[in-house]
């Protein structure tokens, strides 16, 4: 494995990790803003570009215009569901959702 993946891995793991952290200690603001911060984003782009330049770049960030819908509808659904079942049915309810959405907003967005 090249090295420049395992560093792609342990950037993405301390921003996951701050995140947990800073949700289990009751800081739930500051844990989703670590969370919706772009600094996942800013990083995929930065390795993308350098990896396969502007294209491949512009085509990620329209990904993700195009795969918000799927991601509101699903994080609507998980805060609705969670108090009502058990995490993991809540989870994979949403998640489910998040693939029928993505996958509709996608097949629309390709007939046009």
Known sequence: MSPKYLLYFLMGGIIVSA???FGGAGRSVLSSFLAMMPALSIITATLIY???GVDATVSYAKGLVLFSPAWFCYIVAFIYLLPRM???KAMAVSVSLYFVVAFLTRAVVQEL
């Open 19 to 21: 995140v947990s952290y």
């Open 50 to 52: 350098k990896e396969a």
């Open 86 to 88: 058990e995490l993991w």
